[in-house]
């Protein structure tokens, strides 16, 4: 019935209006489930409202009816742009509500509207520098600061600061998010891979003070070495995250790389279960042969 009913002409066109969006639409959203899978409806419909639907009866659309389309398009997503709270409300969906909203007009309009801010960029491009300098400081630790230790103290300095900066930044998205929604706090922060890995990332690099300050003067330590290395990946992969965020060919790449693992994962458990199998029948072969 209620397909029906948005599929009248009349209500099509109400969808463009900039008076259908009010406070409701925020208010839906961080109430989650039913309510805020409506409102997700709302943008699909809306953003799939057509100019010939627009121009009623005629068949052929004027130059009028294409500027009146253009010009209700424009009110409705800057309404919907005047609204705080959209789209970190959507990104505690899940990754299917998440994808059914990101794709349509409306949203995409928020986004671009959002990121194109000289703020919101400047921050993004600092960010990415202070990661990136992060990186080579860490990479000069782990490398040069455990053999000469005159230098040990400058490069954790740089690692500690750059370290508690980050961790700062996360734990401002913490009190955001308990401010918008605090049962989704949990949603947002363990059920994202990239959430999970940047805290990871940001835990083990203020560690690696305390690692410095007890290994530095042992090069024969194999643990040092390797917790280092095992950071330096993860780091790597925060630099990742960052320009996915930059750049949307490359946002595709990686997401449709992540499917595609999260797809097989089952299979790799088996396939990695079948291998230690074979190494260890392997191995209880070798061993008998040996006493024989």
């Not at 946002?251 to 199998?277: G, H, K, N, P, S």
Request: glycine letters at 4%.
């Amino acid at each position: 019935k209620r397909q029906e009913i948005f599929a009248l002409p009349l209500i099509r066109v109400v969808l463009l209006r900039k008076e259908s969006v009010g406070t409701w639409i925020v208010s839906m959203l961080e109430a989650q489930g039913v309510p805020g899978q409506r409102v997700i409806d709302y943008f699909v419909m809306a953003s799939d409202v057509t100019i010939r639907e627009c121009a009623g009866s005629r068949s052929i659309p004027t130059l009028s009816d294409n500027e009146l389309f253009a010009r209700r398009r424009s009110e409705l997503c800057e309404a919907l742009t005047k609204h705080q709270g959209i789209i970190p409300s959507i990104a505690l969906y899940s990754d299917h509500e998440k994808e059914r909203a990101s794709t349509t007009s409306i949203v995409k309009h928020i986004l671009y509207t959002e990121l194109s801010k000289p703020f919101v960029v400047a921050n993004i491009i600092f960010d990415l520098l202070s990661h990136i300098y992060l990186m080579l400081q860490y990479y000069a630790g782990a490398t040069v600061a455990q053999s000469e230790a005159e230098y040990r103290e400058d490069y954790l300095a740089g690692v500690n600061f750059l370290g508690v900066y980050f961790l700062a930044r996360k734990l401002s998205e913490v009190a955001s998010m308990i401010k918008l929604s605090p049962r989704s706090l949990r949603s947002y922060f363990f059920n994202s891979a990239w959430n999970i890995l940047d805290i990871l990332a940001i835990s083990m690099t203020l560690a690696t003070g305390a690692l410095v300050t007890e290994f530095g003067d042992d090069k024969n330590s194999s643990t040092n070495g390797s917790v280092f290395a095992f950071t330096m990946g993860l780091l790597w992969i925060k630099f990742i995250g960052y320009l996915k965020s930059l750049n949307v060919r490359f946002a595709t790449f990686i997401l449709a790389i992540v499917q595609i693992v999260r797809d097989v994962f089952w299979f790799l458990v088996l396939l990695v279960i079948f291998a230690l199998a074979t190494i260890n029948m392997l191995h209880i072969l070798f061993l008998s042969q040996r006493k024989l």
